[in-house]
């Protein structure tokens, strides 16, 4: 089983970007989809962005399309979120998963980071 690691959360102004970083050890990530999860206080855990083994293979939440981007890096074995043009709305716990693709997605996934906190200030 993979384990999981996020960083790169932080206290940031509406507006601002952040870049979050979900590095992998114990197992490459190749085989795996990739996701990002975040959970708000006092509201259940939600889809964020998923990303393929394969090229072209990406889904995002409604409310972060054209704002945040997902991608791999296998080489580093690590999984990244671009966040741009973040509201507060925006703020909670992320966290990142690895598993099938379909599993990832519904929030299935079998390995799962601690989080990192992100906080968006109005």
């Known amino acids: 089983q993979v384990q999981l690691v996020e960083s790169g959360g932080g206290l940031v102004q509406a507006g601002d970007s952040l870049r979050l970083s979900c590095a992998a050890t114990?197992?490459?990530?190749?085989?795996?989809?990739m996701g990002w999860f975040r959970q708000a206080p006092g509201k259940e855990r939600e889809f964020v962005a998923a990303?393929?083994?394969?090229?072209?293979?990406?889904d995002y939440a409604d409310s972060v399309k054209g704002r945040f981007t997902i991608s791999r890096d296998n080489a580093k074995n690590t999984v990244y979120l671009q966040k741009n043009s973040l509201k507060p709305e925006d703020t909670g716990v992320y966290s990142c998963?690895?598993?099938?693709?379909?599993?990832?997605?519904?929030?299935?996934?079998?390995?799962w980071g601690q989080g990192t906190q992100v906080t968006v200030s109005s």
């Open positions: 990303i393929g083994r394969s090229v072209g293979t990406i």
């Open positions: 998963t690895a598993d099938f693709y379909y599993r990832v997605v519904a929030g299935q996934g079998t390995s």
């Open positions: 114990g197992r490459t990530i190749s085989s795996n989809a």
